[in-house]
């Protein structure tokens, strides 16, 4: 519960830099944001989503260790070892997103119309007068490290568990394992698919497409996640 504190929270804070803005701008016929609350929206999203992708991975390990090692659990995952945990996933999402967009803002931008339903990172690029290859590198590096890399964790420690339910040998066991495991692989797919087909596509994909992918994991994802785990509970 301690990790999903943590989730709950980003999830809200996640939601709180955007959802309000972009239901203002459905509403309104006057669709603006001032240059430092767009630049506090890129920040706080990326900063969020950067956070989540590093927890999600860190609740894998928290059940790979609960499934495989279930009675050195307590002394493994200790509360000074969780809240270490949770404030490495805080610390590299937030400085990642400091970088991204400190970057991204010194950009010189050709143009004051964003199109997309927030300010998001990738669409204020789209702005930008002239291409950046330290810009691409960036955004390429972070992305790697924020999404392939906990995904390829989330995957190593899946294999250990699956692994070791197959070798209960009462069907209620089996069944109780894949039942913990369960809600957050179904938060895992839901999220890192939308975000990866978001960030790690081809350049050529269409801005109709980035919006619906950037609704899916910046607002169905948030909005899923507490009716997923309290099914679970």
Not at 26 to 47: D, P, V
Not at 58 to 71: F, N, Q, T
Request: aromatic share 8%; net charge positive; proline share 4%.
């Amino acid at each position: 519960y301690f990790f999903l504190g943590n989730l709950s929270f980003m999830d809200i804070c996640y939601t709180s830099a955007s959802i309000p803005t972009l239901l203002v701008n459905l509403l309104s016929s006057q669709k603006t944001i001032i240059f430092s609350g767009c630049a506090t929206q890129m920040y706080l999203s990326l900063a969020m989503g950067s956070t989540e992708c590093v927890l999600l991975a860190v609740m894998a390990y928290d059940r790979y260790v609960a499934i495989c090692k279930p009675l050195r659990c307590p002394i493994i995952m200790s509360r000074q070892v969780c809240v270490q945990m949770a404030a490495i996933s805080w610390v590299t999402g937030c400085l990642t997103a400091l970088l991204e967009t400190g970057f991204a803002l010194q950009m010189p931008l050709c143009g004051n119309l964003i199109d997309h339903f927030t300010c998001e990172i990738l669409a204020v690029l789209k702005l930008a007068c002239t291409s950046s290859l330290r810009m691409d590198m960036i955004m390429l590096v972070v992305s790697v490290l924020l999404l392939p890399v906990p995904m390829l964790l989330i995957c190593i420690s899946y294999v250990f568990i699956l692994s070791t339910i197959l070798r209960i040998s009462s069907a209620e066991g089996r069944s109780k394992a894949f039942s913990t495991c369960g809600a957050h692989l179904t938060v895992v797919i839901l999220y890192y698919g939308a975000a990866l087909s978001m960030y790690l596509k081809a350049p050529s994909s269409s801005q109709e497409t980035d919006k619906v992918i950037s609704l899916l994991y910046g607002v169905l994802t948030p909005m899923l996640n507490p009716v997923i785990y309290s099914l679970r509970n």
